[in-house]
């Protein structure tokens, strides 16, 4: 009997990603298409036909060997956090979706203040909680639902639009603690009856309906497990597991995240939780990271030079290094200036200053964490291209006290082929 597979798909900006795990969680087969960018009709308005998503989806999911997709057992998608779509009763869009970046609800999201509580994650423009004021406010329809990018999608692969996760209900004003829509949203003035119906990341929905089946090639006995957003699937994919286990993305900026036994909330440093299984993952973002170092230094210039940088000793720089004024976490400060002077004129010793503030901030970062309720870590493992510099990751160990080292999966796409695996066992325990 053929062992079974599971399937993840990572909606991004610009490409659809689909990998295939095995029962082990390992890699098993990938495939990648695509995507035509956001539309930006207009300055902070960013917009796009979900049509595209499900498009991406059956190319890059068909795009995977035969055998292997006759082998699909279970199937989750994860989506950027805050793209929001307003669709009829059947599922069918309304308007096109507004993406996470979309800015143009900045008057909804000051409506929220004094009626949605500081914790909740949705008082930015960018949160689906105002968006979806904003899309109520122009758009009149009955039974009208409203769910997020993930959300859609799962919508099609099981013909039952309008469940939602966990995860990307978040920032729609869900309470993940208690596990239901606050009492609060009724103050506002969208119709709660458009909310989604929210379960569990990584929960079974039912087998794909013979439509999706049939467009995607996938067994129709194959489940649909509800998913998750891009970066909680990302650090799904790291291989945390325990509480201490932590996770920095070292890409343009710096995510980092612990799993703590409890959920930490912080509206003053963007600091918030998702609910994985019996833990929390907790984190916050800062604006420092690759950006930074793009603004001095190409790729080959900082593989050479990093190579001639001693890790075991410290740089005398103290360095901030923002790319731009302004930082979120673990300094929440808009007009925060980058430090980076004085300037050596020796680029080893200017690059060994960037790393060592990067790695600074890092620290700072899970100090905060750790000052705001959250275990400090014990192990930190990495995604992004920082991941794959020694030097850096040696002078970040010394920092911050504990082993560092890659995360041996960082595709988002991975981590919701592990939350397919997770419901397809609950499934089967059931």
């Known amino acids: ?7 993840g798909i990572d909606l991004g900006t610009t490409g659809c990603r689909a990998i295939v795990v095995d029962p082990d969680g390992a890699e098993a087969a990938r495939s990648t298409v695509a995507l035509p960018p956001p539309r930006r009709p207009a300055p902070g308005h960013a917009e796009q036909d979900p049509a595209v998503w499900w498009e991406g989806v059956r190319q890059a999911t068909t795009g995977l060997p035969a055998p292997v997709r006759a082998a699909i057992a279970a199937v989750a998608v994860d989506g950027t956090s805050g793209t929001v779509v307003l669709a009829d009763a059947a599922g069918a869009p309304l308007a096109p979706a507004l993406m996470y970046d979309d800015t143009r609800a900045a008057g909804e999201a000051a409506s929220l203040r004094g009626v949605a509580p500081d914790t909740a994650a949705v008082h930015a423009a960018t949160s689906g909680l105002a968006k979806a004021l904003w899309l109520s406010a122009r758009i009149r329809a009955g039974a009208a639902r409203l769910v997020q990018q993930a959300d859609w999608v799962l919508g099609r692969l099981c013909g039952r639009p309008g469940l939602g996760d966990e995860h990307n209900a978040l920032k729609l004003g869900y309470d993940p603690v208690a596990r239901h829509w606050p009492a609060w949203l009724a103050d506002t003035k969208l119709p709660v009856a458009w909310l989604p119906v929210v379960l569990p990341a990584g929960e079974p929905v039912g087998p794909l309906s013979p439509e999706a089946a049939t467009a995607l090639g996938l067994p129709p006995s194959a489940l649909a497990v509800t998913g998750t957003t891009d970066s909680t699937a990302a650090a799904i ?47 916050g973002a800062s604006n420092c990271g690759g950006a930074v170092l793009r603004q001095h230094f190409d790729d080959a210039a900082l593989a050479a030079l990093s190579e001639r940088i001693d890790p075991a000793h410290a740089s005398p720089l103290d360095y901030y290094p923002l790319p731009r004024r302004g930082e979120r976490f673990p300094v929440s ?58 030097a850096w990751t040696a002078i970040r160990a010394r920092r911050l006290g504990v082993p560092v080292a890659p995360a041996p999966y960082a595709d988002a796409a991975h981590g919701a082929a592990l939350l397919a695996r997770r419901g397809y066992l609950a499934h089967g325990a059931r």
């Open 1 to 7: 009997m053929t062992a079974p597979l599971f399937l």
């Open 237 to 283: 994919a790291s291989g945390v597991c325990t509480a201490g286990d932590a996770v920095t993305a070292l890409g343009t900026t710096m995510v980092m995240k612990v799993l703590a036994p409890q959920p930490i909330w912080s509206a003053a440093y963007g600091v918030y939780a998702h609910r994985v299984g019996d833990l929390w993952l907790v984190g």
């Open 333 to 390: 400060d808009p007009t925060l200036e980058p430090r980076l002077t004085p300037r050596p004129a020796d680029p080893v010793a200017f690059l060994h200053g960037l790393l060592e503030g990067l790695a600074a901030v890092e620290t700072l970062a899970y100090r905060r964490l750790a000052d705001l309720g959250a275990p400090y870590p014990s192990r930190v493992l990495t995604t992004g291209g920082g991941a794959a510099n020694p």
